[in-house]
């Protein structure tokens, strides 16, 4: 099991190593409890001392007061965040440096007696906030890493097999407190919990053996359902009359099916999906086909009876299809193609009068 922790994402995948490849076990799972909700909740905790929501009155008071926040929340705060958990003998708190704008905006008292409020020492001398580490677990990272183990926890929940080693990557996975959280709420449900020295780039460094070897993904499972839009033969068992279509050959339709390449779950190998269509009128000279996926089960059609999407859109294909000639709309196919053997989905469609072809 690979966890990764950056700082917008918590995203995790189970791989099965074996005969000398990697396969996928489960869909990607995640949440968006990533390193940036410490920072957020960080800024929240002064934001209520100061009483000035998203620092209006300060940002309002100079332009260049927003870098200031930025700086103090996203760099300054970010820096001790990485290293709380480090276990350094004498020292049970983080020391933080107010900017001397923030200071003399809403002013010292003011900062100090808020800072009482959250249980916060403010040191004047030092234009400083002195976090004990209990408070800081509490207050600001304690919502975080129970949102992670909770997600955590559901991915074991969805499996039957033993996982032998976790790696917990990304730039907050590699904060020692953060990880040694995870390790005592999964201990019990794996081998061994590993967290690279650079887990920043861990990623990275996947990103790039996978590169040289993309054979080494011998298959992958579908994080959603995948597919088109299409009209199809209107069938009374299988369709509803809202969406019956009559064509210009007078012949029944049934508009906005969603025809499906792949469901959600569904393991892939290197594999091509292969569909045909056919112009729903003779005097088409352009087809436009819309991609969409959904991670619902049982969808039959791409918009409801109000006419709203009930999927989300991801691509689509835009061919030309002249036809000169008045060739027989039936014999005008045009072929799609979806293509799930790598990291991203290729999709193509290819007229077979003319042999154009385009490609997302």
Known sequence: M?????????DITVHDKSNGGISVVLPPMGNTWGGRTINEAFSMLLQKAVDDKGFESFIKSNA?????INRLVYEDFEEQKKLFGNVTPGIDEMVL????????????????????????HYDPGESALEMKY???????????IDKIIECVRAVFGELTDHIDTV???????????????????IAQHCGNIVCPIQTDLAV?????????????IQSRVADATYGIGVLSFFSLSMHDEHYKYVGEDGQQYCDNVFKVFVLKGEVIKDEVYKTTLIPSHDSYTQVCISIYCTTDD????????????????????????PNPDNILRKERDVSIFMDFSGTEIQARAQYRITGEEVKT
């Open 298 to 321: 049982g969808v039959q059609y791409v918009i409801d009876k109000e006419g709203k999407l009930t999927v989300r859109k991801i691509g689509e294909l835009v061919l030309d299809i």
């Open 64 to 68: 260049s007061n927003k870098a200031e």
């Open 134 to 144: 209990a408070q800081l677990e509490e207050k600001i990272f304690k919502p975080t």
């Open 204 to 216: 990275v460094r996947g990103a790039v053996m996978w590169r040289k070897d993309p054979n080494i």
């Open 167 to 185: 790696y917990l990557v990304g730039g907050f996975g590699g904060c020692r407190f953060v990880s040694q959280k995870i390790k005592e709420a």
């Open 97 to 120: 440096e107010l900017p001397r704008p923030f200071i003399r905006n809403y002013g010292g008292n003011v900062i100090r007696d808020g800072m009482e409020q959250e249980k916060v």
């Open 2 to 10: 690979v966890v990764d922790i950056g700082g917008g994402t918590v």
